[in-house]
């Protein structure tokens, strides 16, 4: 009963959020509501007993990559009329698109591929279940090998990502930090020694 | 009063109300006794830190204010002065700010800073919600406290404030990855991800603890967690000298108070959580013979007060920092995170794996 209620209440300020990010003019704005509907769904996965996806959910998304959403959306200063110029001229092709994708999503994940009578209802897990552990035991054995496919073409990806931003010549006046720490007294400081001098 | 026992006791004051109702209330009350005594703790911390740094610089610090009148205690009223005037002090929200966010943000910075205590264990039993993913619970909250300082800027319509925001998000960013990289290998050493349990596995005496086979990620631990703060030297993101205030330039009255309310909560937090997992958390150093000795046994023993002492210690540190070092220059910052601390993290990862597969004594013998 409370569990159905938290289910309703995180569904729809997801769904609230996620219609928002989607309509709101300030793409701040937009960003920030997205962080919210990472929240809730979030919280969806917790009531599903997948405490590791609901953390790494908010630590990845909302801690690093929404962080770097909002740094980039920040600095730009986007016109929104500009944008919005020509919806009328596009609504109907696309609206036509829109209901051909919901009918395909209705084919694929349709009512009638759920339900108690399709998927029985899973028991709850015991107390000393530990989430973490039991995925961490299966992505190093059961799928070892599509794991470490999986991180040798982020490594690419890293690695991509670093080359397509480096300049070979570097351009700043930057100091050397080895330079820097290396420097002796005698390097900058000059004592000088000389007779005290009179005024005549 | 052991805390099993204390709770029986509330079962029989509070027999009237329904269970769930009694749950709900338990927990407030839980929740109540560490965030009451935190502020006031957070309150102190304002008056410690002058008193502290004053004293390294040869001055008095705050001593005027006087606590009930008694001349010797010259300083303690200076908090409670403090409060009372940010209180009664006007908001003012800046022409073109952004007035809900403007107002919500100090809000944003101060929660996560307090939710983060739920998975803290103050003793053996002592913990509000003992959850077995209670690592990544902190490492996911503290990484969150950045939005209220993000948000600020962004929301205060200030070039200045924007400015701060920006700094603190990006060196926030690039300090969390080597404080993950540092706390994986706690949960390596450790086998585990609850914090009780982390606790439990440095069992011994002070030469077991953390600390000593983790030393270059306690210490990476450490300073990023001054970073993560925004502590001198490396508070670039309120840079005096440069951006006036940076991300709270705007802001005056309790605004402002929450923001410093969240700094020094977080200063505490991370504290807490370096004893925690680098220093053995409640335990004693003393050994535990000495905890049966007749009258002075429990203080000699494990217990919260241990605990308490290892977070002032390293408070003192923060303080100490402050008073000491020069700030850092922005491209200092980046490179000690990216170039330094993250290299150093991944190599020690590999040496903590190395000594817990070879079970070397006296820390992965047991395991």
């Excluded at chain 2, 705050?62 to 409060?83: E, H, S, Y």
């Excluded at chain 2, 969390?176 to 609850?194: P, Q, R, T």
């Excluded at chain 2, 050994?287 to 002032?312: C, E, M, N, Q, R």
Aim: net charge neutral.
């Amino acid at each position: 009963m409370v569990q159905q209620l938290v289910f309703y209440a995180f569904a729809a300020g997801l769904i609230f959020a996620a219609s928002m990010v989607i309509t709101v003019r300030n793409p701040v704005h937009a960003a920030l509501f997205l962080v919210v509907a990472f929240f809730a769904s979030a919280g969806l996965w917790l009531l599903l007993e997948a405490e590791f996806l609901a953390i790494a959910l908010v630590l990845v998304y909302v801690g690093a990559v929404m962080v770097l959403f909002l740094f980039v959306v920040m600095m730009l200063d986007i016109n929104i009329a500009v944008l919005r110029e020509g919806f009328a001229r596009y609504l109907p092709i696309a609206s036509g698109v829109a209901v051909l994708m919901l009918a395909a999503i209705g084919y694929v994940v349709g009512h009638q591929h759920f339900g108690l009578n399709r998927i029985s209802q899973p028991e709850a897990a015991a107390a000393s279940y530990n989430n973490t552990a039991v995925l961490g035991r299966v992505l190093y054995t059961q799928y070892v090998l599509p794991f470490e496919v999986a991180s040798v073409i982020l490594l690419v990806a890293i690695i991509a990502a670093i080359a397509l931003t480096l300049r070979t010549t570097r351009q700043t006046r930057a100091p050397h930090p080895g330079h820097q720490v290396q420097v002796m007294r005698g390097d900058r400081v000059r004592l000088v020694k000389m007779a005290a001098e009179k005024p005549e | 009063m052991h805390p099993s026992a204390a709770t029986e006791l509330l079962h029989h004051i509070l027999d009237f109300l329904p269970s769930p109702v009694f749950a709900v209330t338990l927990i407030l009350l839980k929740i109540g006794l560490i965030v009451l005594p935190l502020m006031g703790a957070v309150a102190y911390l304002t008056l410690v830190e002058r008193k502290v740094i004053g004293y390294m610089q040869v001055r008095l610090g705050p001593n005027r204010v006087t606590f009930f009148g008694i001349k010797i205690l010259g300083g303690f009223g200076q908090p409670i002065a403090d409060a009372l005037k940010l209180l009664t002090k006007e908001i003012i929200v800046p022409t073109g700010a952004s007035t809900f966010l403007f107002l919500v943000a100090p809000i944003v910075a101060l929660v996560p800073a307090l939710a983060a205590w739920a998975v803290v264990p103050f003793g053996g039993e002592l913990v509000l919600s003992n959850i077995n993913a209670g690592l990544l619970y902190v490492l996911a909250l503290t990484s969150l406290g950045v939005y209220g300082i993000i948000i600020a800027g962004w929301a205060s319509n200030s070039k200045y404030a924007f400015l701060g925001a920006m700094r603190s998000a990006a060196q926030i960013v690039s300090y969390e990855i080597a404080m993950g990289f540092a706390l994986v290998g706690v949960l390596i050493a450790s086998h585990s991800l609850n914090l009780g349990q982390i606790v439990e596995a440095q069992r011994g005496n002070v030469f077991t603890w953390f600390w000593l086979p983790l030393f270059p990620l306690f210490l990476i631990y450490f300073i990023s967690g001054v970073a993560e703060t925004n502590r001198a030297p490396f508070d670039v993101s309120e840079g005096e000298s440069e951006i006036v205030a940076g991300f709270h330039v705007e802001y005056a009255g309790m605004g402002f108070a929450l923001f410093f309310l969240a700094e020094y909560a977080n200063m505490i937090l991370i504290s807490a959580l370096t004893s925690v997992m680098f220093f053995g958390g409640w335990m004693s150093p003393l050994p535990a013979s000495l905890a049966i000795t007749p009258v002075i046994g429990t203080l000699l023993g494990d217990g919260i007060h241990w605990f308490v002492f290892k977070i002032f210690f390293f408070l003192f540190c923060f303080l100490w920092f402050r008073a000491t070092f020069p700030r850092y220059r922005y491209d200092q910052i980046m490179r000690l995170g990216w170039k330094v601390f993250l290299p150093i993290t991944i190599v020690w990862l590999v040496v903590v794996a190395t000594l817990v597969i070879l079970h070397v004594p006296p820390w992965f013998d047991a395991t």
